[in-house]
């Protein structure tokens, strides 16, 4: 019996591709290659179910002999694994991104003596624009918080950043920039505490209260899918601590970072010559504790943030509590510095790492923002923060046209600096 390939995602079963599998039957033995998260990650959006899930509903569909992992987005290493005689696609990939991908296949096909079938597309239905779909429905906050956890697991770095507002959060939620390598776009979501506290006019203190914070943190929820990580501040008393824990698990929040000082926080990138005071170990450790035990799923993470380098310590100093504050049950930890260099920082990660291999690291790169997303992964970051880019943009951006109109007294030369009132119109979805 002929052996036919059919690669798939499996998250959104429609006739287009039960129209695929029909004529992939019609050839011989189908062999489904479902994509791996990671195999996705790097091109698409995370499918809504796990692979696993995945695996069963595609396993008990008509006509489909056995699945196997595909773990790659290119189809070339398992068509030289797995040598079928056929492999069957829909003819949508003559055109854009995926036909190089297609130039791959027609020649490893050529190489192995089998051969391609197309198989005319569908119309009027696509996996793309179902999921697009999907995505104006929304989400629950149970697949919210979980996909923190899963993008960890399949994508190099997990890409993030600040929100302050709905409409910063639209903008991080669809942004795509197309590259030779795939598509790329913004992962989740950081909710901080200095960008929060701004937008209110208010010092980034722990002056805002969690239920203020959590007020602003709805508006983004409301109209967002991608997954939040919520700066805590120091966390509060551990009393308090257990119960923001259950808010923002409740509320459908992946992560909590809280640090490790004491007092009055202060911004940890505020110039000052008074040292931040930390907590003891202990404390700390006490408070992370505290946190994991209050948790409800397994999936929600605390994450240990490390005031170490900015209260003016060593890097010994950052790597003995990261040590015990993982061994206290933190899901990961967050290394922060005021350094240009970033020596600091590559330094911490290499003695973290000899250590533990898979905890993961979050690096937020604000004052070493020369190093790209991928020397921070060779490092040995997993998740890297941009935390207050969006509200230090759109601060000068206001500035200059209240300056332009009060230079003018109109506003016609402010008109080039705005968006069109059309375009704000169409920029809000649901908007008729
Ligand atoms: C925040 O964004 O509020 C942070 C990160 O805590 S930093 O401002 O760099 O301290
Ligand atoms: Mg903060």
């Not at 791996?36 to 008509?62: C, G, W």
């Not at 507002?165 to 390598?181: P, Q, R, T």
């Not at 950081?190 to 914070?213: F, H, M, N, Q, Y």
Request: charged residues 25%; contains cysteine.
């Amino acid at each position: 019996m002929k052996t036919v390939y059919l690669g798939m995602t499996g998250d959104i079963i429609h006739p287009g591709i039960i129209n695929i599998l029909n004529e992939a039957e019609k050839l011989g033995e189908v062999i489904i290659g479902l994509l791996t998260d990671s195999a996705i990650a790097m091109h698409k959006r995370l499918p809504f179910l796990s692979y696993e899930q995945r695996r069963q509903v595609v396993e008990n569909m008509k006509g489909v002999s056995r699945v196997v992992p595909q773990e790659d987005w290119s189809y070339v290493p398992n068509l030289k694994k797995y040598k079928p005689d056929y492999i069957i696609h829909g003819d949508d990939w003559k055109t854009g991104p995926l036909s190089r991908i297609r130039e791959d296949v027609y020649a490893v096909m050529k190489e192995l003596g089998g051969e391609v079938v197309e198989v005319p597309y569908t119309k009027g239905i696509n996996s793309t624009a179902l999921n697009e779909a999907q995505k104006s429905l929304g989400t629950t906050p149970e697949i919210r918080m979980k996909t923190l956890r899963r993008l960890i697991q399949a994508k190099p770095v997990v890409r993030i950043m600040e929100a302050h507002s709905g409409l910063s959060g639209l903008i991080i939620e669809n942004l795509e920039v197309k590259k030779d390598d795939g598509v790329h776009s913004y992962d989740g979501m950081w909710s901080s505490s200095l960008t929060d506290s701004t937008c209110k006019g208010k010092p980034d203190i722990e002056a805002v209260d969690l239920t203020t914070r959590l007020q602003d943190l709805t508006n983004i929820l409301e109209c967002t899918t991608k997954p939040i990580i919520f700066d805590g501040d120091t966390g509060g008393k551990t009393e308090h601590f257990v119960f923001t824990v259950r808010t923002l698990e409740r509320n459908g929040v992946s992560a909590v970072i809280i640090e490790d000082k004491v007092g009055l926080k202060k911004n940890s990138l505020f110039g000052t010559d008074v040292r931040q005071e930390l907590a003891t170990i202990e404390e700390f450790s006490e408070k992370i504790s505290a946190g994991k035990k209050a948790q409800v799923t397994k999936d929600f993470m605390i994450i240990a943030r490390l005031e170490s380098l900015i209260a003016g310590y060593p890097v010994s100093d950052a790597l003995e509590r990261a040590f015990a504050y993982v061994k206290a049950g933190a899901d990961g930890v967050m290394i922060h510095s005021k350094e240009k260099t970033g020596e600091d920082i590559r330094e911490f990660c290499e003695g973290f790492r000899k250590e533990y291999s898979n905890v993961p690291i979050v690096l937020v790169p604000t004052t070493y923002n020369r190093f790209t997303e991928a020397e921070l992964h060779a490092w040995g970051a997993n998740i890297i923060i941009y935390a207050n880019h969006m509200l230090r943009a759109s601060y000068p951006a206001m500035v200059t046209v209240a300056k332009t109109i009060l230079e003018h007294e109109r506003s016609l030369e402010a008109d080039p600096l705005c968006m069109p009132i059309k375009q704000i119109l169409e920029l809000i979805p649901g908007t008729k």
